[in-house]
């Protein structure tokens, strides 16, 4: 079945360390997204890529880091300079076929930072 | 930056009763998407709507663009139990560097007691 993968599920941290979160999809989808959610809040943009070895930086960028080696593949990188990181993270992925195509998300990694 | 005002923030109600929200932009947008997020989980699109005034059904679900472009609701009717979750309304402008980017309202807390 094709789909968006994000490992782990949950994952645990001290601070001060950098934490990579994974996602892979095999939709051979173009575009791929991160976004971050905490509670009452929507969904907010961390950093997208619309074709390999490139992306650009969302609305709240600072802290994280992302690379576009493959298209199956953007991970995110929370590093200790990202003041609050403990937060539901969501990937996203889209074909970019036509103006509007809606975003397929994965189902999400909570990360735990104590 | 571009935002949403999605109304209400949560919602109890009855099985078998009728359920609205809506979404309010400050600025036009090309597609209007609504989702809904199970708890642990990522957003599953439910409908999506690429032209103003249009108005599609998707089961026990009718969601509208608004005519200004700057809105949309989406209506449930004869709510089950299942209708439990966070709804996300989301909006998405076309061309140059937001190609493919959405823009999130807070979300709809739905709780239906049977």
């Known amino acids: 079945d094709g789909g968006i993968t994000q490992s782990p599920k949950y994952l645990f941290r001290k601070e001060g360390q950098n934490v990579t979160l994974s996602c892979e999809q095999n939709?051979?989808?173009?575009?791929m997204y991160w976004y971050r959610q905490d509670p009452g809040q929507g969904l907010r943009l961390i950093y997208y890529?619309?074709?390999?070895?490139?992306?650009q930086k969302g609305d709240i960028a600072e802290g994280y880091s992302v690379s576009r080696e493959k298209k199956e593949s953007f991970p995110l990188t929370v590093t200790s300079a990202q003041k609050n990181p403990t937060a539901f993270y969501l990937c996203?992925?889209?074909?970019?076929?036509?103006?509007?195509?809606?975003?397929?998300f994965g189902n999400g990694t909570r990360l735990t930072v104590t | 930056g571009q935002q949403l005002n999605q109304s209400p923030q949560s919602m109890f109600i009855q099985e078998g009763e009728d359920v609205s929200m809506n979404c309010t932009s400050s600025?036009?947008?090309?597609?209007w998407l609504w989702y809904k997020q199970d708890p642990g989980e990522g957003p599953v699109l439910l409908i999506a709507?690429?032209?103003?005034?249009e108005l599609t059904s998707n089961g026990r679900l009718t969601a509208q663009f608004g005519i200004t472009r700057k809105d949309s609701f989406l209506n449930i009717s004869a709510s089950i139990p299942s209708d439990v979750g966070i709804y996300f309304c989301?909006?998405?402008?076309?061309?140059?560097?937001?190609?493919?980017?959405?823009?999130f309202g807070q979300g709809t807390i739905l709780t239906v007691h049977p």
């Open positions: 996203a992925s889209t074909p970019l076929e036509h103006s509007g195509s809606p975003l397929h």
């Open positions: 939709l051979n989808h173009d575009a």
């Open positions: 890529s619309q074709i390999v070895n490139d992306f």
């Open positions: 600025s036009i947008f090309n597609t």
């Open positions: 709507l690429y032209k103003a005034g």
């Open positions: 989301a909006g998405q402008s076309a061309g140059g560097t937001s190609y493919g980017k959405l823009t």
